[in-house]
């Protein structure tokens, strides 16, 4: 069974902070990860998407992947209001097509 | 460019009631999915199909059946809907690489 977990918060964060939310997952062949951001009664954004070890960087939002400790985690700095969400991470192996997703951790930034 | 439609919006459905929710993609992406989100279970895979002519069962496929005719439709029909059915329903494709999201169908059976 294919697992991803997060931390489920609420992650409170100050405006202009940098927010870190992390993801660990089960399956080892897993190749493909995504930051997905949903908003309130809204469908799942792709946000980002990370498919080797190291940074990935895009605008405020940097990616980091550690496959080795099988870890991935999403940065965003100069956390704005607008940011506050539920970030949903997922994977996916180079042999189906199916995706797995964690439960989410929402984030809230404060004015 | 539209994307990922899908219809309806919402739908207040009475228990017992046959149902299809629509969902069309104008990318031409091969891989397609239907989800339920229910608050403190995240999204849980009900059916997908990697091509046209194919499909596949996920992880919550009972009462739910869906074809694929076409590569830009997967309809999603509940044969006789239940109140546990009562959820927010995303379609989805894939390109192979990463997934992308409709905007929803909320159904809530009575």
């Known amino acids: 069974q294919k697992e991803v977990e997060q931390n489920s918060g609420p992650l409170s964060v100050p405006e202009g902070a940098i927010a870190s939310l992390n993801c660990t997952y089960s399956?080892?062949?897993?190749?493909?990860f995504f930051w997905y951001r949903q908003y309130s009664g809204k469908s799942p954004e792709l946000i980002m998407s990370i498919y080797s070890n190291g940074d990935k960087e895009d605008g405020r939002f940097t990616a980091q992947l550690n496959k080795a400790s099988q870890y991935v985690s999403l940065l965003i700095r100069d956390s704005q209001p607008s940011d506050s969400a539920t970030y949903l991470c997922a994977v996916k192996d180079n042999y189906g097509q199916n995706f797995v997703f964690g439960p989410g951790t929402r984030l809230s930034v404060l004015p | 460019i539209a994307g990922i439609t899908q219809a309806p919006t919402s739908q207040i459905l009475a228990a017992g009631r046959r149902m299809t929710l629509r969902c069309t993609q104008d990318?031409?992406?091969?891989?397609m999915y239907w989800y339920r989100q229910d608050l403190g279970l995240g999204l849980r895979l009900i059916h997908y199909?990697?091509?046209?002519?194919?499909?596949g069962k996920g992880e919550v496929p009972d009462g739910y059946s869906v074809s694929r005719a076409n590569t830009d439709d997967f309809p999603l029909t509940l044969a006789s809907a239940v109140p546990s059915q009562t959820s927010v329903y995303f379609c989805?494709?894939?390109?192979?690489?990463?997934?992308?999201f409709g905007p929803g169908t909320r159904l809530t059976v009575l």
């Open positions: 989805a494709s894939s390109d192979g690489r990463e997934q992308f």
């Open positions: 399956d080892r062949v897993s190749q493909s």
């Open positions: 199909s990697n091509t046209a002519g194919t499909t």
């Open positions: 990318m031409r992406h091969n891989a």
